[in-house]
């Protein structure tokens, strides 16, 4: 039986241009949907570092960590 291995995350999270783009277009929109996500390549390391959160609805929505490190870039 395969036992589930913890994810690694590095000791400091660097975000891709793409990653940033989408946390930028989170900001500012109410959220996304699922095929509207693939279109933006929504990064699943976006969710694994909490930067992005998934609704009961099914919608993405930038978390409070996100914002921040939005406005830490253009800062």
């Known amino acids: 039986m395969a036992t589930a291995q913890p994810t690694y995350h590095a000791p400091v999270y660097e975000p891709t241009v793409d990653e940033l783009e989408t946390l930028k277009q989170l900001e500012i929109s109410p ?4 095929p509207e996500a693939l279109r933006h390549h929504l990064s699943g390391r976006l969710l ?3 930067l992005v959160q998934k609704t009961p609805s099914g919608q993405f929505v930038i978390a409070d960590s996100g914002r921040k490190l939005v406005q830490h870039q253009e800062g």
């Open 48 to 50: 694994e570092w909490g």
């Open 31 to 34: 959220g996304m949907d699922l």
